[in-house]
């Protein structure tokens, strides 16, 4: 299973991006699929999750900024994000976590990054 994710780059604070992640796997064989961010010097950190009926969760610090959306037709999940602040500046992961086929299985995309400048 690949994920290829698009669409980090560089903003000023108080803007927006969208981020794509596009998985190989057919929707049947993904339950949740997510975006995690990796700051610099830190841990990766869960950012916004949706499952597969489209119900979603979010850290707390991003759910009133990120919104977290996902097309099953084109197997491809969005993260879009506003009103970013520096603190957003990261390696953005997408993630998708198997079942049926792939139960117990996590892939993982390339990470984009995200600069927020201030």
């Known amino acids: 299973v690949q994920l290829q994710a698009s669409g980090g780059g560089l903003v000023q604070t108080g803007g927006s991006l969208r981020l794509s992640c596009a998985t190989s796997?057919?929707?049947?064989?993904?339950?949740?699929m997510g975006w995690y961010r990796q700051a610099p010097g830190k841990q990766r950190d869960l950012v916004a999750r949706i499952n597969s009926d489209g119900r979603a969760s979010y850290a707390d610090s991003m759910k009133d900024r990120f919104t977290i959306s996902r097309d099953n037709a084109k197997n491809t999940v969005y993260l879009q994000m506003d009103s970013l602040k520096p603190e957003d500046t990261g390696v953005y992961y997408c993630?998708?976590?198997?079942?049926?086929?792939?139960?117990?299985?996590?892939?993982w995309g390339q990470g984009t990054l995200v600069t927020v400048s201030s």
């Open positions: 796997a057919s929707p049947y064989n993904i339950d949740n």
């Open positions: 993630s998708a976590e198997g079942t049926r086929r792939y139960r117990g299985r996590q892939f």
